[in-house]
């Protein structure tokens, strides 16, 4: 089992999806020989969606604030640990400075940035981002610099290969959070304006000035190393023994703008819109899924604990809240009831606190309060079309009063959020 998660990749910013200038042929090949879901919706920024899909649980059971997962949590790491499976991470952490916790959580093995230390170092009185050329990582809590034109996302991937080489005969669940296509917006490897000898980046959004193509440069050295980590497993000899899950952990970023089928769409991270919540997913698993099949099934989060569960024949916890609805049926072309997406999202920085939930066609948003409420047409991707309340017919008046029902029955859930203003 290899799960990837892509860090500020919206919908939009795959080939297979629609995008006209990004190249992706890895995933493109994944996602035309496996399953590929056009509704799938995550958390408008990296913690929470990071809380959400290790736990199977909505952030309004179980988040605390930013850079942080609460160590009395459950996640599919541990119980797949549990139940035999060898386990690893690679990439971004970003749940808790202390020097255990990924293995807390479950993972035997553990290659991260962002985990005991802050995302900058000092170089020559500047300080410069560490994750990309030359990074800062730590193993299994121990610090690791590199100093030779290390490319981050590359180290991480090749520490994955060696996971897999080692463990090839028995059970593994590997989880890769990716540290692409993150700012700063800097070359990679395979860039025309690629310096090994950089310490990294002394601007958050990237020194370079040219966002549009480092990203695209970014976009296509994830999918490279996508395709890297398929071709270990095939040369391992268990490729048709590994289901391949990739998706994004929030939409894209800003200031990126995607052409995608017609139409410029701008990155909106951090907002609860279509650009900031709506995600890639990808399964690919040749033999055991359906090959080819294109579903609009609603896919949140909080559903992919189970599904990875189902897969490992793995029961889920005895007190799990079913958030979460398994998308093992879909895999194969069945039906499976999840009737609403839904998003709580306690804000951060300059992103503003909002819950909502959807179907396919509408989407009911309001402020955590439960305050101004906005019910729209969403049944167009990035074309929301906001409706007047007082003028709906009369199946929009049963939906908006489902989706407002779900909203404020999660609404009574008492939360364990603390304060956070930090901004990342």
């Known amino acids: 089992m290899v799960l990837i998660l892509a860090d500020d990749l919206g919908y939009e910013a795959l080939g297979v999806n629609g995008a006209e200038q990004v190249r992706t042929p890895h995933l493109d090949r994944l996602a035309r020989e496996g399953v590929r879901f056009t509704n799938c919706f995550a958390n408008p920024l990296c913690t929470p969606s990071r809380v959400a899909i290790m736990t199977g ?73 560490t994750r990309f050329v030359n990074p800062q990582l730590d193993r299994n809590g121990e610090p690791v610099d590199y100093h030779k034109g290390e490319y981050g996302p590359q180290v991480c991937a090749d520490f994955v290969c060696d996971f897999m080489e080692s463990k090839k005969d028995q059970p593994f669940l590997v989880y890769y959070p990716m540290i692409l296509t993150h700012c700063p917006f800097d070359p990679t490897p395979d860039s025309s304006d690629w310096d090994p000898t950089r310490p ?35 040369a391992l000899g268990i490729r048709d023994n590994t289901l391949i899950l990739f998706t994004g952990d929030n939409g894209t970023d800003t200031p990126i703008v995607t052409r995608w089928e017609g139409k410029a769409i701008a990155g909106d991270k951090g907002n609860m819109s279509d650009a900031g919540t709506r995600v890639p997913l990808i399964a690919s698993w040749p033999g055991k899924i359906k090959s080819g099949l294109v579903t609009d099934e609603l896919v949140d989060f909080a559903d992919f604990l189970p599904s990875l569960c189902e897969v490992m024949k793995i029961p889920l916890p005895t007190d ?20 609403h997406a839904y998003l709580w999202f306690a804000g951060h920085g300059k ?30 991707p990035y074309a929301p079309i906001n409706l007047d309340l007082t003028r709906l017919n009369a199946e929009q008046e049963k939906i908006m009063n489902e989706l407002k029902k779900k909203v404020g029955d999660m609404a009574k859930v008492p939360t364990i959020r603390k304060p956070n203003k930090r901004a990342k």
């Open 320 to 339: 799990y809240p079913g958030d979460g609805v398994s998308i093992w049926p879909t895999l194969h072309g069945a039906e499976r009831h999840k009737p």
């Open 57 to 129: 649980q909505y952030n309004v059971r179980n988040y605390t604030k930013f850079e942080e997962l609460d160590r009395s949590q459950i996640t599919f790491a541990r119980l797949a640990q549990e139940a035999g499976y060898a386990t690893c991470i690679a990439g971004k952490w970003q749940l808790g400075m202390e020097k255990d916790s990924p293995q807390h959580f479950g993972f035997e093995e553990s290659l991260l940035w962002n985990h005991t230390r802050r995302n900058q170092k000092k170089v020559k009185g500047r300080r410069v981002d």
């Open 200 to 234: 990294g980046s002394t601007t958050y959004k990237g020194d370079q000035g040219r966002p549009q193509k480092h990203f695209k440069d970014m976009a296509s050295y994830m999918d490279k190393i996508v395709g890297q980590l398929e071709a270990k497993l095939v």
């Open 351 to 380: 992103f503003p606190a909002k819950v909502y939930a959807r179907t396919k066609e509408y989407r009911y948003l309001c402020n955590l309060d439960l305050s101004k409420p906005v019910f729209a047409d969403v049944s167009k």
